[in-house]
């Protein structure tokens, strides 16, 4: 019976039924009531209402913003967590592809993961993909569309780490991961005001903050005292500074024609920075790979991940 009530609820949300008892039912993250953000120019005139299209791959027009947990085995919880934010360019989400496919392998490995169904800009009926494409583009600005989906990304962060307890995860291993749109979302959460509501760790799969402008950049570390050597082969291991970035994983593949320029850019700013992110950059896959499988070392991007996750973060 509660079975039942659960998976009805699931479709309710525009989410799969339970493969297994790990999965639980979405949960509203603002049960008070989604804040209001004034002048966002994401809202439509007229009230929308959450679809699923292209078979129920993508979500669209949420305005109410969920979160599912897929919890692992007991046997194999290893108390670390991640939110994912699957991405779409803030119009909608690949919500299977970048999101409960990734929850489901990360469960089964152990780590607690949580699906983030963000706001999105708002699409009035009869809209198609393309013409909305070509409005998003002409009339908001970049990172404008995300504001919304960075404020539930720190909420659904909040969430977790309130609910570690119930949900045997250690509230010092939680980390964030975002697919392109998803990215800014993922990205944006490591500059919160407050270091405390910042992810301990983030995955930024071909997707970065890209708000213009983007906050500043934090120094990784405190300056060279005087009389350090300038030969970098030569100085001590850095002193890590006050309010640095969590540890990073970044993947991309190399003929994404999308967001590759940008991509590299920020990485750039990272290691300029004295950041060293775990970078993969692989010679085919394109954009929006996430778990699909194309035939190149790209589809490998999550078990690199899975193995970064137990080095930095689950063994530490």
Known sequence: MVRTLLAALALMFSLPAFADEGELAPMPIWPEGVPVIKD??????????????????????????????????????????????????????????????????????????????????????????????????????????????????????????????????????????????????????????????????AGLIYGFPFGDPNPPMPPANLPWPEGTPKEPWLRPKPTPAPGRLPPMFLAMAQDDMAVGQGFRAYYDQLFAAGYRPEVHLYERGSHGFGMATRGTTADHWIDEFGWWIEAEVTRK
């Open 40 to 201: 966002w120019p994401g809202t439509a005139k007229a009230p929308v209402r959450e679809e699923l299209r292209e078979n129920g791959e993508q979500v669209w027009n949420v305005t109410v913003p969920t979160l599912q947990p897929f919890l692992p085995e007991p046997a194999k919880a290893n108390g670390t967590a991640v939110v994912i934010a699957p991405g779409g360019g803030f119009r909608l989400l690949g919500i299977h592809h970048e999101g409960t496919r990734v929850a489901r392998w990360l469960a089964a490995r152990g780590i607690a993961a949580f699906v983030l169904k963000y706001r999105l800009i708002q699409s009035p009926p009869g809209e198609s993909n393309e013409a909305m494409r070509k409005r998003v583009l002409e009339t908001i600005a970049p990172g404008v569309g995300g504001i919304p989906g960075v404020e539930d990304g720190l909420q659904a962060l909040r969430i977790v780490r309130a609910n570690a307890a119930k949900w045997k995860i250690d509230p010092h291993r939680v980390g964030i991961m975002g697919f392109s749109a998803g990215g800014h979302v993922a990205g944006m959460t490591m500059y919160a005001a407050n270091l405390a509501e910042r992810p301990d760790f």
